[in-house]
């Protein structure tokens, strides 16, 4: 991985769907293993399209990159979509 251009996440979730997959996770700290993961309110949490072929095990620490053209945020108050 490139660590300039991707994050680490902490796998909370896996979701198989046939031709996608999805990881729901908990950023983790630059410097911060597996075990320093927040938890609760307050954790960043994202949810990203993974390889369907070779999903990740939850509890794994991965990196994710963030494609600008393909994010989308949603307010965690309301769920709605906020615009670009």
């Known amino acids: 991985h490139d660590a ?3 994050f680490p996440v902490s796998v909370n ?5 046939g ?3 999805f990881v729901y996770a908990s950023l983790l700290n630059q410097d911060a293993d ?3 993961v927040q938890s609760g309110a307050g954790a960043a949490q ?9 999903p990740p ?3 794994e620490k991965v990196f994710v990159r963030i494609r600008p053209e393909e994010q989308h945020v949603f307010s965690a108050k309301t769920g709605e ?3 670009s």
């Open 34 to 36: 597996t075990s320093a």
């Open 46 to 54: 994202i949810i990203a399209r993974v390889d369907p072929r070779k």
């Open 19 to 21: 031709s996608d997959a």
């Open 4 to 6: 300039e251009a991707a």
């Open 57 to 59: 095990r939850k509890g």
């Open 13 to 17: 979730v896996v979701e198989e769907l």
């Open 81 to 83: 979509r906020l615009p």
